[in-house]
C-alpha cells in the first residue's frame, strides 16, 4: 500500500488528483489519498447540480462546487471534514462491496472506544448515526473507492447548503436526507483533525498488513493534475453542464405583475422558454423567450446577459434582477 500525500484544500485539485492516479498506469500497488477540502458541494456523477444545491446560499458564501467520477448522492465538504480514497485492483474485491473499504475505519474507531458500524448500502454510522458516505467509480481493472469522515464538520451549513426548494423536476437521482454527527464528540480523548489523520493512516496499514510507503507528487504529477482541473474539474461544462435534462417553473409577483417562467434544461443550456403573466408588453415577449433559448443556464451568463438586452423592452416596468430571480 502507498500513501499519497496531499495537502491541498483545492476541490477540483483533489478531484483531478482522484482520477489521475485511478488513470495513471505507472502506479502500482493500493493507493491511499487522505485530503479535506474548502467548503465545497460535492454533488455525484448522475445527478443534476442545480436539484441538489441551495444555489443563492451556496453563491452568498462562496462555497465551491464540483462533481465527481463516482455516482450516488451530494455531500459537503469542509475543513472539519476528512475525506479517504483506496484506488487497487478490481479483482480483490466485489462491485459495490462498501463493507469491505467500511472495515479498516470502523476497526480504527472502535480501537479508540468509538462505536462505529456499517449500515445500509454505503453509510458508516456511529449509535445509529451517519457520519461517513462512501461511493465508488471503476476503471479497467481498477476500483477508486472513497468516503467522507464527518470529524468536527459545520452541521448546520450542511444543512442549508443541500437544501432546495422543490423547484425543480427530474430523473436525476436526489440525495436522501440523513442524521449526521461528527466523529469528534464521540471520542474519550479531544484530539484534532491533524491527530486523527496520522492514527487512521497507522491504522489502515495496520488492518492491511502492508509496511508503511509513502509517495509524494512529482512536478510531472502535478502538471498533469493541474491540466486536468483546468479541462475538467473547475469547468462549468463538468459541473453543471453534465446535469441530466430537467424542467424548470417559478412564479413571483413585482411592479410589472405576476411573472412566471418555464425553462427545459439540455446538458446546462435552456431548450425551451415560455413566459407567461398579466404583466404588460412592449414588444412581443415572444422575442424575450427565443433569445433566452441557447442561452447558457448559470447566473454568470444570464445577469450580464439580460442587463445588455434591456428586459424592460419586451416586459413594462420588468428589470433583469427581477427576471432573475424568476430564472433560479
Known amino acids: 500500500m502507498i500513501h499519497v500525500i496531499n495537502d491541498n484544500r ?26 479535506r477540502n474548502a467548503p465545497t458541494v460535492v454533488v455525484g456523477k448522475n445527478q443534476n ?10 453563491q452568498e458564501h462562496q462555497i465551491n462546487v464540483v462533481r ?111 442524521r449526521v454527527t461528527n466523529i469528534r464528540e464521540h471520542l474519550a480523548s479531544k484530539i484534532d483533525i491533524k491527530v486523527f489523520n496520522r492514527l487512521l493512516v497507522q491504522k489502515i496499514f495496520s488492518y492491511n498488513n502492508s509496511p508503511y ?10 502538471a498533469t493534475v493541474h491540466e486536468l482541473v483546468a479541462t475538467k474539474y473547475n469547468t462549468w461544462e463538468w459541473n453543471y453542464g453534465v446535469s441530466p435534462q430537467f424542467n424548470f417553473k417559478k412564479e413571483a409577483t413585482f411592479d410589472a405583475g405576476t411573472v412566471s417562467v418555464n425553462l427545459f434544461i439540455e446538458k446546462g443550456y435552456i431548450k425551451e422558454c415560455r413566459i407567461y403573466g398579466d404583466f404588460f408588453e412592449n414588444n412581443p415577449v415572444k422575442n ?11 447566473q454568470e451568463n444570464l445577469l450580464p446577459w439580460l442587463y445588455k438586452i434591456d428586459v424592460s423592452f419586451y416586459v413594462n416596468n420588468l428589470n433583469a434582477v427581477q427576471l432573475m430571480s424568476c430564472l433560479f
Not at 483545492?10 to 485530503?35: A, R
Request: hydrophobic content about 35%.
Open 10 to 35: 483545492n476541490p477540483y485539485f483533489n478531484l483531478s488528483l482522484e482520477e489521475y492516479l485511478l488513470k495513471h498506469e505507472e502506479v502500482g500497488d493500493t493507493v491511499l489519498i487522505l485530503w
Open 68 to 178: 465527481r467520477l463516482s455516482g450516488g448522492g451530494a455531500v459537503y465538504h469542509d475543513l472539519g471534514n476528512l475525506n479517504f480514497t483506496l484506488i487497487m485492483d478490481g479483482s480483490r474485491v466485489s462491485r459495490n462491496d462498501f463493507a469491505f473499504f467500511a472495515r479498516p475505519i470502523i476497526y480504527c474507531l472502535q480501537d479508540m472506544g468509538v462505536n462505529a458500524e456499517f449500515d445500509s448500502r454505503n453509510d458508516i454510522t456511529i449509535d445509529g448515526k451517519k457520519f461517513s458516505g462512501n461511493a465508488q467509480y471503476f476503471y479497467k481493472n481498477k476500483i477508486l473507492h472513497h468516503g467522507t469522515l464527518l470529524f468536527d464538520t459545520e452541521l448546520i451549513t450542511l444543512g442549508k447548503v443541500l437544501k432546495t426548494k422543490n423547484k425543480y423536476s427530474s430523473k436525476a437521482i436526489k440525495s436522501a436526507a440523513s
Open 213 to 222: 510507503h509513502e509517495y509524494r507528487l512529482t512536478d510531472k504529477d502535478l
Open 288 to 298: 424575450l423567450e427565443d433569445l433566452l433559448i441557447g442561452q447558457k443556464y448559470s
Open 49 to 58: 447540480t442545480l436539484e441538489e444545491i441551495n444555489y443563492p446560499f451556496v
